[in-house]
């Protein structure tokens, strides 16, 4: 059998990587077309990005909020309002009667909104009742909402005093440090403006105030309050010029999500899918080529933009609700596809991702446009229609005729750039797009499927021997291969990919890269202490060289990563690691308030204890939201195959949340209901007319 022989490895530029080592120059070569990017993603270089763990962050993209548990707006780190990637507002210090209130209460309402609390004690002698409470209600959209509330037995007049200023920095400006000072403010209409070259942002106040002082950037009012009184000021800012309005938000009525529910006897399934759902449809993105399409953007704060891998993963694993997201997302992409003569024809572009010390940085390009032909076959089985599939087809074909001209007449998929290496991670996607898009190929009788079949057997030969490391515990998936045949032995969670085959027709998952006796030990060692933290899966086992808690990609729990474990262990037969994997996100994501982060560390689960944030995590993130749904949709196993008009149930047996429905799913385009017994027996409740259960 061939194996890899280049005879040395390449020096990989670590340029310009983002809080999780994401650089935004694409790894496809001169001549890219880079994807477009509706709001910037945030560049790091070398500078430690503000600490994000602890902010409430909202989120209705284009626009963010981002604060800190006191309310007020200072300017310091990453506070203030954003949209479309640029800080519109920086500061907004609320004072009465001269003073701050006391901040008491912080709490997320919905992802696009956060109300914060305050109290304000008036009394000459100094009781210990406050006299006023002031709630704000903070939206994701540039509003801002102050309410004053008297609980004093007598009248109050209170005068009060918003302090604004703005920077109109980058986001990514923000981040490293390089957001400089405050811009002069005019007074404009009821309310105040900055201007710089790149545009203009304008704060309006109603009611408008009694005065404006446009040097401090100051509005007051004068506001009486009876006892039991309130009084309100609602501040809007928004961006102009330079294309600050070009970006349009998607409405939750034009969601392509589908409004799912959960119940369960475990009450933390409801709260994770709906959740889940709305931080996806917060992170929803228009295409400003298309605007019809959507997707999703990376996550908050870091990157409110296209990032082509993940939007594809999170669109994958949100197909239980619908297809509408996945095919918006597959257009997007389809356009930023290099086309014409040479080696990366086909290629679709995406910045290259650090994987830690023992290897170059991936090329996320790569792994997108070996996810592409899998969503849009997947997308087919769970109903995406065939003028739709028909019309992403050769976009589908280009991908897969990249594949094989990438691989040419060896056995691996490499890095793009000479020399390797060999992953793991790659020859999985590699094996599973040759296999679903044979399958669609065939389909629709295009060319090609039996040369893609018979090369993912020869690599699943050759895997099976070239990348298993027998050890005394039984072997272990090699990480890579690198030139000359030497393999890296460190076992990470990169080795769920190997458990995500994918689905084919009539409810069959794919065949993978590992046999039968490989996949169940690999199934022992993500069960075993080393790599389940008792919150979810490790990115690398705590017993591997370089192993940090807090590496994103060496140590930490990606609950991406985590997820498709579960749901690749579940369908190989394993339901008590599964069990134990999903039980442990489950806790976790009740600790974050069923809003997960991307990621957080590897620490031990202890009793009474919780996990430990991750201070630059993304939250919420795509993936991570979109993996709330996967997780669930596994306990009930739907295997849909819509052009065959069949739905096949595989739950997981062992009821591990015991019972659980799931009502408002779509299946073959209309509503699908499912309910999972505590004894494991599946039931369809809704489902579309003519829709068969399969064997």
Same mark, same amino acid.
């Given at each position: 059998?061939?194996?890899?022989?280049?005879?040395?490895?390449? $020096?990989?530029?670590?340029?310009?990587?983002?809080?999780?080592?994401?650089?935004?120059?694409?790894?496809?070569?001169?001549?890219?077309?880079?994807?477009?990017?509706?709001?910037?993603?945030?560049?790091?270089?070398?500078?430690?990005?503000?600490?994000?763990?602890?902010?409430?962050?909202?989120?209705?993209?284009?626009?963010?909020?981002?604060?800190?548990?006191?309310?007020?707006?200072?300017?310091?780190?990453?506070?203030?309002?954003?949209?479309?990637?640029?800080?519109?507002?920086?500061?907004?210090?609320?004072? &009465?009667?001269?003073?701050?209130?006391?901040?008491?209460?912080?709490?997320?309402?919905?992802?696009?909104?956060?109300?914060?609390?305050?109290?304000?004690?008036?009394?000459?002698?100094?009781? =210990?009742?406050?006299? &006023?409470?002031?709630?704000?209600?903070?939206?994701?959209?540039?509003?801002?909402?102050?309410?004053?509330?008297?609980?004093?037995?007598?009248?109050?007049?209170?005068?009060?005093?918003?302090?604004?200023?703005?920077?109109?920095?980058?986001?990514?400006?923000?981040?490293?440090?390089?957001?400089?000072?405050?811009?002069?403010?005019?007074?404009?209409? $009821?309310?105040?403006?900055?201007?710089?070259?790149?545009?203009?942002?304008?704060?309006?106040?109603?009611?408008?105030?009694?005065?404006?002082?446009?040097?401090?950037?100051?509005?007051?009012?004068?506001?009486?309050?009876?006892?039991?009184?309130?009084?309100?000021?609602?501040?809007?800012?928004?961006?102009?010029?330079?294309?600050?309005?070009?970006?349009?938000?998607?409405?939750?009525?034009?969601?392509?999500?589908?409004?799912?529910?959960?119940?369960?006897?475990?009450?933390?399934?409801?709260?994770?899918?709906?959740?889940?759902?709305?931080?996806?449809?917060?992170?929803?993105?228009?295409?400003?080529?298309?605007?019809?399409?959507?997707?999703?953007?990376?996550?908050? =704060?870091?990157?409110?933009?296209?990032?082509?891998?993940?939007?594809?993963?999170?669109?994958?694993?949100?197909?239980?609700?619908?297809?509408?997201?996945?095919?918006?997302?597959?257009?997007?992409?389809?356009?930023?596809?290099?086309?014409? !003569?040479?080696?990366?024809?086909?290629?679709?572009?995406?910045?290259?991702?650090?994987?830690?010390?023992?290897?170059?940085?991936?090329?996320?390009?790569?792994?997108?446009?070996?996810?592409?032909?899998?969503?849009?076959?997947? !997308?087919?089985?769970?109903?995406?229609?065939?003028?739709?599939?028909?019309?992403?087809?050769?976009?589908?074909?280009?991908?897969?005729?990249?594949?094989?001209?990438?691989?040419?007449?060896?056995?691996?998929?490499?890095?793009?750039?000479?020399?390797?290496?060999?992953?793991?991670?790659?020859?999985?996607?590699?094996?599973?797009?040759?296999?679903?898009?044979?399958?669609?190929?065939?389909?629709?009788?295009?060319?090609?499927?039996?040369?893609?079949?018979?090369?993912?057997?020869?690599?699943?030969?050759?895997?099976?021997?070239?990348?298993?490391?027998?050890?005394?515990?039984?072997?272990?998936?090699?990480?890579?291969?690198? =030139?000359?045949?030497?393999?890296?032995?460190?076992?990470?969670?990169?080795?769920?990919?190997?458990?995500?085959?994918?689905?084919?027709?009539?409810?069959?998952?794919?065949?993978?890269?590992?046999?039968?006796?490989?996949?169940?030990?690999?199934?022992?060692?993500?069960?075993?202490?080393?790599?389940?933290?008792?919150?979810?899966?490790?990115?690398?086992?705590?017993?591997?060289?370089?192993?940090?808690?807090?590496?994103?990609?060496?140590?930490?729990?990606?609950?991406?990563?985590?997820?498709?474990?579960?749901?690749?262990?579940?369908?190989?037969?394993?339901?008590?690691? !599964?069990?134990?994997?999903?039980?442990?996100?489950?806790?976790?994501?009740?600790?974050?308030?069923?809003?997960?982060?991307?990621?957080?560390?590897?620490?031990?689960?202890?009793?009474?204890?919780?996990?430990?944030?991750?201070?630059?995590?993304?939250?919420?993130?795509?993936?991570?939201?979109?993996?709330?749904?996967?997780?669930?949709?596994?306990?009930?196993?739907?295997? =849909?195959?819509?052009?065959?008009?069949?739905?096949?149930?595989?739950?997981?047996?062992?009821?591990?949340?015991?019972?659980?429905?799931?009502?408002?799913?779509?299946?073959?385009?209309?509503?699908?209901?499912?309910?999972?017994?505590?004894?494991?027996?599946?039931?369809?409740?809704?489902?579309?007319?003519?829709?068969?259960?399969?064997?």
């Amino acid at each position: 059998m061939p194996s890899p022989t280049p005879s040395s490895m390449p $020096s990989v530029p670590n340029s310009d990587p983002s809080p999780f080592g994401r650089s935004a120059q694409p790894s496809i070569g001169r001549g890219a077309v880079p994807a477009p990017q509706p709001a910037p993603v945030v560049q790091r270089g070398t500078v430690t990005p503000p600490p994000a763990h602890a902010a409430l962050i909202c989120v209705a993209l284009p626009g963010l909020a981002i604060s800190t548990q006191q309310g007020q707006l200072t300017g310091h780190g990453l506070e203030g309002f954003y949209r479309s990637g640029r800080r519109v507002l920086s500061r907004c210090r609320l004072r &009465v009667a001269g003073r701050e209130p006391l901040a008491v209460q912080a709490w997320m309402v919905a992802p696009d909104q956060a109300r914060f609390v305050a109290v304000l004690s008036l009394s000459a002698d100094g009781g =210990p009742d406050p006299d &006023v409470l002031v709630e704000r209600m903070r939206y994701a959209d540039g509003t801002e909402r102050i309410t004053l509330r008297s609980a004093a037995g007598r009248p109050l007049r209170l005068p009060v005093e918003v302090a604004l200023g703005t920077d109109l920095a980058e986001l990514g400006a923000v981040a490293a440090g390089r957001a400089g000072p405050d811009l002069p403010a005019s007074v404009h209409d $009821s309310g105040m403006r900055w201007s710089c070259a790149t545009g203009h942002s304008v704060v309006t106040a109603d009611p408008p105030p009694s005065d404006a002082l446009a040097s401090a950037g100051l509005l007051r009012w004068e506001f009486e309050l009876p006892p039991g009184g309130t009084r309100s000021v609602e501040l809007k800012v928004r961006r102009a010029g330079a294309g600050g309005g070009a970006i349009r938000a998607v409405v939750r009525g034009a969601s392509p999500l589908a409004p799912a529910r959960a119940a369960s006897d475990d009450p933390r399934v409801a709260t994770l899918l709906r959740t889940s759902i709305e931080d996806l449809q917060a992170l929803l993105l228009r295409d400003p080529a298309q605007p019809s399409d959507t997707h999703l953007a990376g996550g908050a =704060p870091w990157r409110c933009g296209l990032a082509p891998a993940e939007a594809l993963a999170a669109a994958r694993m949100t197909l239980p609700l619908g297809t509408r997201l996945a095919a918006g997302t597959l257009r997007t992409l389809a356009r930023t596809q290099l086309v014409g !003569a040479g080696p990366r024809s086909g290629l679709i572009p995406g910045p290259r991702r650090q994987v830690g010390a023992r290897l170059p940085p991936s090329c996320t390009g790569q792994e997108a446009t070996l996810l592409f032909p899998v969503v849009l076959a997947e !997308a087919r089985r769970w109903g995406l229609s065939e003028p739709e599939t028909e019309e992403l087809l050769p976009a589908a074909e280009r991908c897969l005729q990249w594949l094989r001209s990438a691989v040419g007449d060896g056995t691996y998929l490499g890095d793009p750039h000479p020399g390797g290496p060999w992953r793991c991670e790659t020859q999985a996607h590699a094996h599973r797009a040759a296999l679903l898009g044979a399958d669609i190929l065939d389909a629709y009788d295009r060319g090609g499927g039996v040369e893609l079949r018979q090369w993912a057997e020869k690599m699943r030969t050759a895997f099976r021997e070239d990348f298993w490391i027998e050890d005394r515990g039984g072997g272990r998936p090699a990480a890579a291969r690198l =030139p000359g045949g030497r393999l890296v032995p460190h076992l990470g969670s990169g080795g769920a990919h190997l458990l995500d085959t994918g689905l084919l027709g009539a409810g069959t998952p794919a065949p993978g890269l590992l046999d039968m006796v490989q996949t169940e030990q690999l199934a022992r060692l993500f069960g075993g202490p080393a790599m389940d933290s008792g919150w979810g899966l490790r990115s690398l086992g705590v017993k591997e060289t370089g192993y940090n808690p807090f590496g994103h990609r060496s140590g930490a729990v990606r609950v991406h990563e985590t997820a498709l474990a579960v749901a690749g262990l579940a369908a190989a037969g394993h339901e008590k690691e !599964a069990g134990s994997l999903l039980l442990g996100v489950l806790a976790a994501a009740e600790t974050f308030g069923h809003r997960l982060p991307e990621m957080y560390a590897g620490e031990q689960r202890t009793e009474g204890g919780s996990p430990v944030p991750h201070p630059t995590a993304c939250r919420p993130a795509a993936t991570a939201a979109a993996a709330g749904v996967l997780l669930l949709a596994t306990l009930t196993g739907i295997r =849909p195959d819509a052009p065959a008009r069949t739905v096949t149930l595989r739950p997981v047996r062992g009821a591990p949340l015991g019972e659980i429905g799931l009502t408002g799913l779509r299946v073959a385009g209309a509503p699908f209901s499912v309910r999972v017994s505590r004894l494991g027996l599946a039931m369809v409740e809704e489902a579309a007319d003519g829709l068969q259960l399969g064997a």
